[in-house]
Protein backbone atom coordinates (compact mmCIF):
# COMPACT_ATOMS: atom_id res chain seq x y z
CA UNK A 1 0.00 0.00 0.00
CA UNK A 2 0.78 3.42 -1.06
CA UNK A 3 -0.20 6.76 1.05
CA UNK A 4 0.86 10.30 -0.56
CA UNK A 5 0.39 12.53 2.20
CA UNK A 6 1.00 15.92 0.38
CA UNK A 7 0.35 16.72 -2.58
CA UNK A 8 -1.71 19.85 -4.13
CA UNK A 9 -4.03 20.42 -6.89
CA UNK A 10 -2.52 24.21 -7.22
CA UNK A 11 -1.65 25.16 -10.76
CA UNK A 12 2.18 24.27 -9.99
CA UNK A 13 5.11 22.88 -12.81
CA UNK A 14 2.59 20.11 -14.23
CA UNK A 15 -0.89 21.72 -14.33
CA UNK A 16 0.53 24.65 -14.66
CA UNK A 17 -1.41 24.44 -18.19
CA UNK A 18 -4.48 23.11 -16.56
CA UNK A 19 -7.33 25.63 -15.89
CA UNK A 20 -10.10 23.40 -14.07
CA UNK A 21 -9.74 21.57 -10.84
CA UNK A 22 -11.78 18.93 -12.18
CA UNK A 23 -9.10 18.54 -14.53
CA UNK A 24 -6.45 18.94 -12.08
CA UNK A 25 -7.92 15.70 -10.17
CA UNK A 26 -8.50 13.47 -13.17
CA UNK A 27 -4.92 14.29 -13.78
CA UNK A 28 -4.15 13.90 -10.17
CA UNK A 29 -6.32 10.20 -9.92
CA UNK A 30 -4.34 9.31 -13.37
CA UNK A 31 -0.68 10.08 -11.78
CA UNK A 32 -1.89 7.90 -8.73
CA UNK A 33 -2.93 5.16 -10.93
CA UNK A 34 0.59 5.00 -13.21
CA UNK A 35 2.07 4.93 -9.54
CA UNK A 36 0.26 2.50 -7.35
CA UNK A 37 -0.46 5.14 -5.00
CA UNK A 38 -3.63 4.10 -3.14
CA UNK A 39 -4.89 7.27 -1.25
CA UNK A 40 -3.32 10.75 -1.23
CA UNK A 41 -4.16 14.12 0.92
CA UNK A 42 -4.60 17.13 -0.93
CA UNK A 43 -3.26 20.67 1.29
CA UNK A 44 -5.20 23.53 0.37
CA UNK A 45 -3.16 26.10 -0.28
CA UNK A 46 -2.13 29.93 1.89
CA UNK A 47 -4.35 31.91 0.10
CA UNK A 48 -7.08 31.69 -2.68
CA UNK A 49 -7.23 32.85 -6.54
CA UNK A 50 -7.50 31.31 -9.96
CA UNK A 51 -4.53 29.20 -9.17
CA UNK A 52 -5.17 27.69 -6.07
CA UNK A 53 -8.80 26.85 -4.94
CA UNK A 54 -9.76 27.09 -1.81
CA UNK A 55 -10.50 23.97 0.76
CA UNK A 56 -13.97 24.01 0.28
CA UNK A 57 -13.73 23.35 -3.61
CA UNK A 58 -11.61 21.02 -2.70
CA UNK A 59 -14.06 19.40 -0.40
CA UNK A 60 -17.09 19.26 -2.65
CA UNK A 61 -14.71 18.52 -5.73
CA UNK A 62 -13.32 15.26 -4.29
CA UNK A 63 -16.54 14.55 -2.98
CA UNK A 64 -16.71 11.29 -5.96
CA UNK A 65 -12.91 10.05 -4.86
CA UNK A 66 -12.81 7.75 -1.65
CA UNK A 67 -9.03 7.92 -2.58
CA UNK A 68 -8.79 11.34 -1.29
CA UNK A 69 -8.46 13.68 1.74
CA UNK A 70 -8.11 17.19 2.33
CA UNK A 71 -6.00 19.02 4.85
CA UNK A 72 -6.28 22.76 5.29
CA UNK A 73 -4.13 25.51 4.55
CA UNK A 74 -4.89 27.88 7.65
CA UNK A 75 -3.10 31.31 7.48
CA UNK A 76 -3.26 34.25 9.62
CA UNK A 77 -3.50 36.97 7.14
CA UNK A 78 -5.82 34.92 4.36
CA UNK A 79 -8.81 33.14 6.89
CA UNK A 80 -11.00 35.12 9.12
CA UNK A 81 -12.40 33.96 12.41
CA UNK A 82 -15.85 32.76 9.89
CA UNK A 83 -14.05 30.78 7.93
CA UNK A 84 -11.85 28.80 11.01
CA UNK A 85 -15.15 28.11 12.53
CA UNK A 86 -16.37 26.61 9.47
CA UNK A 87 -12.94 24.43 9.60
CA UNK A 88 -13.95 23.53 12.47
CA UNK A 89 -17.42 22.60 11.04
CA UNK A 90 -15.57 20.32 8.49
CA UNK A 91 -13.15 18.78 10.78
CA UNK A 92 -16.45 17.60 13.27
CA UNK A 93 -17.77 16.19 10.04
CA UNK A 94 -14.90 14.49 8.78
CA UNK A 95 -14.04 16.51 5.78
CA UNK A 96 -10.74 17.63 6.84
CA UNK A 97 -7.88 15.44 8.27
CA UNK A 98 -5.62 18.10 9.54
CA UNK A 99 -4.50 21.41 9.39
CA UNK A 100 -1.41 23.03 8.20
CA UNK A 101 0.81 26.10 8.38
CA UNK A 102 2.75 27.68 5.70
CA UNK A 103 5.78 29.38 7.56
CA UNK A 104 7.99 30.90 5.16
CA UNK A 105 5.41 31.88 2.37
CA UNK A 106 3.25 33.76 5.66
CA UNK A 107 5.71 35.71 7.45
CA UNK A 108 4.93 35.20 10.91
CA UNK A 109 7.23 31.98 12.94
CA UNK A 110 5.30 28.71 13.84
CA UNK A 111 5.42 29.63 17.55
CA UNK A 112 3.31 32.57 17.14
CA UNK A 113 0.52 33.26 19.55
CA UNK A 114 -1.69 33.92 16.74
CA UNK A 115 -1.79 30.65 15.37
CA UNK A 116 -2.56 29.08 19.06
CA UNK A 117 -5.94 28.85 17.41
CA UNK A 118 -4.73 26.25 14.80
CA UNK A 119 -3.00 24.02 17.33
CA UNK A 120 -5.77 24.59 20.11
CA UNK A 121 -8.09 23.10 17.28
CA UNK A 122 -5.50 20.23 16.56
CA UNK A 123 -5.77 19.05 20.50
CA UNK A 124 -9.29 19.26 20.35
CA UNK A 125 -9.68 17.05 17.63
CA UNK A 126 -6.63 14.86 17.56
CA UNK A 127 -5.35 16.10 14.47
CA UNK A 128 -2.07 16.64 12.98
CA UNK A 129 -0.98 20.01 12.36
CA UNK A 130 1.61 20.19 9.26
CA UNK A 131 4.03 23.17 8.88
CA UNK A 132 5.90 24.00 6.07
CA UNK A 133 9.67 23.90 6.84
CA UNK A 134 12.37 24.52 4.59
CA UNK A 135 13.23 26.02 1.16
CA UNK A 136 10.25 28.00 -0.42
CA UNK A 137 9.10 27.89 -3.96
CA UNK A 138 8.01 31.18 -4.43
CA UNK A 139 11.05 34.11 -4.14
CA UNK A 140 8.97 36.05 -1.58
CA UNK A 141 9.22 33.46 0.96
CA UNK A 142 11.41 34.49 3.92
CA UNK A 143 13.58 31.35 5.43
CA UNK A 144 13.98 32.74 8.64
CA UNK A 145 10.20 31.69 9.29
CA UNK A 146 10.69 28.34 7.96
CA UNK A 147 13.58 27.04 9.53
CA UNK A 148 13.01 23.91 11.21
CA UNK A 149 14.41 24.20 14.52
CA UNK A 150 11.50 26.80 15.25
CA UNK A 151 9.22 23.77 15.43
CA UNK A 152 11.05 22.52 18.80
CA UNK A 153 9.22 26.17 20.46
CA UNK A 154 5.89 24.61 18.97
CA UNK A 155 6.38 21.01 20.03
CA UNK A 156 7.27 21.94 23.91
CA UNK A 157 4.50 24.23 23.95
CA UNK A 158 2.27 22.11 22.73
CA UNK A 159 3.12 18.93 23.56
CA UNK A 160 -0.22 17.40 23.04
CA UNK A 161 -0.36 18.19 19.65
CA UNK A 162 0.78 15.98 16.54
CA UNK A 163 2.78 17.74 14.13
CA UNK A 164 4.26 17.07 10.87
CA UNK A 165 7.59 18.75 9.63
CA UNK A 166 7.00 19.04 6.04
CA UNK A 167 10.00 18.36 3.68
CA UNK A 168 12.56 17.53 6.12
CA UNK A 169 13.33 21.00 6.99
CA UNK A 170 15.32 20.72 3.51
CA UNK A 171 18.17 21.97 3.59
CA UNK A 172 18.62 22.00 7.21
CA UNK A 173 17.92 18.28 7.27
CA UNK A 174 20.56 17.69 10.40
CA UNK A 175 18.30 20.94 12.36
CA UNK A 176 15.27 18.58 11.61
CA UNK A 177 16.59 15.23 12.64
CA UNK A 178 16.81 16.92 15.73
CA UNK A 179 14.00 18.21 16.45
CA UNK A 180 12.11 14.96 15.60
CA UNK A 181 14.75 12.63 17.17
CA UNK A 182 14.17 15.55 20.49
CA UNK A 183 10.16 15.33 20.36
CA UNK A 184 8.10 12.49 20.71
CA UNK A 185 5.03 14.24 19.02
CA UNK A 186 7.13 15.39 15.80
CA UNK A 187 6.52 13.84 12.57
CA UNK A 188 7.80 14.01 9.44
CA UNK A 189 7.11 14.05 5.36
CA UNK A 190 9.97 13.44 2.63
CA UNK A 191 8.33 15.60 0.57
CA UNK A 192 9.11 18.23 -2.00
CA UNK A 193 13.23 17.49 -2.33
CA UNK A 194 13.53 18.17 -5.57
CA UNK A 195 11.44 20.34 -8.56
CA UNK A 196 10.68 17.80 -11.04
CA UNK A 197 13.13 14.57 -11.31
CA UNK A 198 15.45 13.54 -9.03
CA UNK A 199 19.03 13.59 -11.15
CA UNK A 200 21.67 10.78 -10.52
CA UNK A 201 23.84 13.37 -7.97
CA UNK A 202 21.30 14.62 -5.85
CA UNK A 203 19.16 11.53 -5.53
CA UNK A 204 22.67 10.14 -3.74
CA UNK A 205 23.33 13.12 -1.77
CA UNK A 206 19.31 13.02 -0.18
CA UNK A 207 19.53 8.92 -0.06
CA UNK A 208 22.70 9.89 2.39
CA UNK A 209 20.87 12.22 4.20
CA UNK A 210 17.24 10.57 4.90
CA UNK A 211 19.97 7.54 5.97
CA UNK A 212 21.57 9.68 8.32
CA UNK A 213 18.51 11.19 9.57
CA UNK A 214 16.75 7.76 10.75
CA UNK A 215 20.30 6.53 11.89
CA UNK A 216 20.49 9.65 14.25
CA UNK A 217 16.40 9.92 15.00
CA UNK A 218 15.82 5.75 14.87
CA UNK A 219 13.44 3.64 14.41
CA UNK A 220 10.58 6.01 11.56
CA UNK A 221 7.63 5.61 13.49
CA UNK A 222 7.92 9.61 13.04
CA UNK A 223 8.76 9.87 8.99
CA UNK A 224 5.92 9.48 5.84
CA UNK A 225 6.24 9.33 2.20
CA UNK A 226 4.51 12.19 0.18
CA UNK A 227 5.70 13.67 -2.70
CA UNK A 228 4.61 17.45 -2.96
CA UNK A 229 2.97 16.22 -6.61
CA UNK A 230 2.76 17.84 -8.70
CA UNK A 231 5.84 20.10 -8.26
CA UNK A 232 8.01 16.86 -8.02
CA UNK A 233 7.17 13.79 -10.06
CA UNK A 234 5.95 10.58 -8.28
CA UNK A 235 7.48 8.04 -10.39
CA UNK A 236 10.68 9.84 -9.43
CA UNK A 237 9.78 9.57 -5.98
CA UNK A 238 8.71 6.16 -6.30
CA UNK A 239 11.80 5.42 -7.77
CA UNK A 240 14.23 7.34 -5.15
CA UNK A 241 12.07 5.41 -1.87
CA UNK A 242 12.93 2.34 -3.40
CA UNK A 243 16.55 2.69 -3.38
CA UNK A 244 16.59 3.36 -0.02
CA UNK A 245 18.41 0.96 2.10
CA UNK A 246 15.52 0.33 4.98
CA UNK A 247 14.14 -2.57 6.57
CA UNK A 248 11.03 -3.72 5.19
CA UNK A 249 9.23 -3.09 8.49
CA UNK A 250 10.91 0.45 8.36
CA UNK A 251 9.47 0.61 4.49
CA UNK A 252 5.99 -0.36 5.40
CA UNK A 253 5.60 2.62 8.11
CA UNK A 254 7.16 4.97 5.35
CA UNK A 255 4.82 4.03 2.71
CA UNK A 256 1.60 3.64 4.55
CA UNK A 257 1.65 2.78 7.84
CA UNK A 258 2.46 5.75 9.77
CA UNK A 259 0.28 8.49 7.57
CA UNK A 260 -2.48 5.71 8.04
CA UNK A 261 -2.15 5.77 11.65
CA UNK A 262 -1.73 9.71 11.83
CA UNK A 263 -4.03 11.03 9.81
CA UNK A 264 -6.78 8.24 10.86
CA UNK A 265 -7.24 6.82 7.07
CA UNK A 266 -9.58 4.16 6.71
Known sequence: MIIDCHVHVNQYE?????????????????????????YALILSSYKVNSER????????????????????????????DEEFQLYKQWIRDGLIKG???????????????????????????????MIHTGD???????????????????AVEHPDVKIVLCHLGN??????QEVI?????????ISGLVVGDFDHYFEKMMKEKVAELINYAGEPRYLMYGTDWPISTMDSYLNFVAK?????????????QNAKDLFRIS
Not at 18 to 32: A, D, T
Not at 56 to 80: E, R
Not at 136 to 154: C, E, F, M
Request: with cysteine.
Open 14 to 38: LLKNVSSLEERLNMLQIEMASNNVD
Open 53 to 80: PSTKQIIDAIKKYDNLGVVAGVTVDNHT
Open 99 to 129: LKIYAGYEHYYPYDERYNRVYDACQEFDIPV
Open 136 to 154: TYSPTGKLRYSRPLNLDDV
Open 171 to 176: PWIQDA
Open 181 to 189: YKNHNVYAD
Open 244 to 256: LKIKKEYRDLLMY
